[in-house]
């Protein structure tokens, strides 16, 4: 009895530290996603005084133009208007 309860002690201890092991594996590559994350998104954007970006999407050929959000968009502060998409904003 004595040698089935450590056996049975050995096999959980090996079981709880191979867990302790793929935990720590998935966190490494977590860490090194999310570092793969953050440097095609600084790529994506241009750097400051430039207006094309080190990496793009398949398509984009143009440099990036800066332009203040009302030239984009339509203030319309009346209501009736169903037949626009809208866009709203707390």
Known sequence: MLIYCFLN?????????NLDYLATLHQRK?????KI???????????EGSNIPSIRFAGFT?????KRFGEILN?????GYTELPQLTAS
Do not use: D, G, V
């Open 9 to 17: 002690n050995l096999k959980n201890r090996l079981s709880f530290k």
């Open 30 to 34: 977590i860490t090194a996603l999310k």
């Open 37 to 47: 994350k953050q440097t095609l998104l600084e790529k994506m954007f241009p750097l």
């Open 75 to 79: 203030k319309i502060t009346r209501k």
């Open 62 to 66: 143009y440099a990036w133009e800066l």
